[in-house]
């Protein structure tokens, strides 16, 4: 078998940890470099039950998109949870390792395979980064096209069908803003909490944006400079880029459904370069639970 370490190695050359962030921490986070490794477990999040469900399982590593430590903390005794955390793994030989932003913008990552599923063409990064090392285009989020124009309410579904099959179980809705009958064909999408980059997104210019966690006062910002553009753009001001309607139109999807995505490429992805480099073989197990904090969402139309 081969040793955590060997598995490391291969995670952090599918997923380097250069892509990261600078505010971000991802990588081994937990684990014995000498360790074993026959079966590893994906989820979203490294929640005390996901990491029970992990343990019964038999995991001898975990592997989340989401941080145990996401800011710097200065205690993993027995007061918080964190560290009854970092003590049952231990106890039970489990490694946790954190693919965070760094998974975002690999190949094949989070941003990546969100796009994919939504079936968008001719993709490329909305934040590229510079790597001659990566023999494909990499970076955070990804810009596409819709094979054909679509009415942006059948665009919606198509989000919440790909987010609810291919993501992960949630109890929350997609959220849209727009006209819902106009044509939209292409697209910006960025898994996780994306109202820091509509600017990068508004200037792509493209018809809607598909991401999480929009905020009131950032996102009625980004619709009301849409709105006073296209307002301008009508006017025959040229202000912006795109037609006389107020783009990009805006959906907000559950943030770690929209994420779970990537793990049907890491569950392809990861034996694979585990085999390729050592010659062992691991097997690999998603956890789909939800780790929405949220158990009900209740819409106007259930009142």
Same mark, same amino acid.
């Given at each position: 078998m081969p040793n955590l370490k060997q598995v490391i190695d291969v995670l952090e050359t599918l997923y380097p940890l250069r892509y990261a962030e600078q505010w971000d921490e991802p990588g081994l986070i937990v684990g014995d470099l000498s360790h074993e490794v026959r079966h590893i477990v994906v989820a979203a999040d490294p929640t005390s039950a996901i990491?029970?469900?992990?343990?019964?399982?038999?995991?001898?590593?975990?592997? &989340?998109?989401?941080?145990?430590?996401?800011?710097?903390?200065?205690?993993?005794g027995g007061l918080g949870f964190r560290g009854d955390i970092v003590r049952r793994l231990y106890g039970h030989g489990c490694g946790?390792?954190?693919?965070?932003t760094n998974a975002d913008s690999a190949w094949r990552g989070v941003g990546?395979?969100?796009?994919?599923?939504?079936?968008?063409e001719h993709q490329r990064p909305l934040v590229p980064i510079q790597d001659a090392n990566a023999g494909h285009d990499v970076g955070l989020g990804r810009i596409g096209t819709l094979h054909e124009p679509m009415t942006l309410r059948d665009f919606v579904y198509r989000v919440f069908d790909t987010v609810s099959t291919r993501g992960m179980h949630t109890e929350l809705g997609v959220?849209?803003?727009?006209?819902?009958?106009?044509?939209?064909? &292409?697209?910006?999408?960025?898994?996780?909490?994306?109202?820091?980059?509509?600017?990068?997104?508004r200037a792509a210019g493209v018809d809607v944006y598909v991401t999480s966690d929009l905020r009131h006062?950032?996102?009625t910002d980004a619709i009301e400079q849409a709105r006073y553009e296209a307002r301008m753009r009508a006017q025959g001001i040229a202000l912006g880029q795109g037609s006389a309607q107020a783009r990009p139109y805006l959906i907000n999807t559950p943030h770690a459904a929209i994420e779970s995505i990537w793990f049907n490429y890491a569950l392809e992805d990861v034996p694979q370069a585990v085999a390729?480099?050592?010659?062992?073989?691991? &097997?690999?197990q998603w956890i789909r639970d939800t780790t929405d904090p949220w158990t009900l969402s209740i819409t106007t139309s259930q009142v």
């Open positions: 990491v029970d469900k992990a343990i019964e399982a038999g995991a001898d590593l975990l592997i &989340t998109h989401h941080p145990l430590f996401f800011r710097s903390v200065h205690e993993v946790l390792w954190v693919g965070h990546q395979a969100a796009a994919d599923f939504l079936k968008l959220q849209v803003c727009g006209d819902l009958e106009a044509p939209v064909q &292409t697209v910006a999408v960025l898994p996780g909490s994306g109202d820091s980059l509509f600017d990068e997104v006062h950032p996102t390729q480099a050592t010659g062992e073989h691991v &097997t690999m």
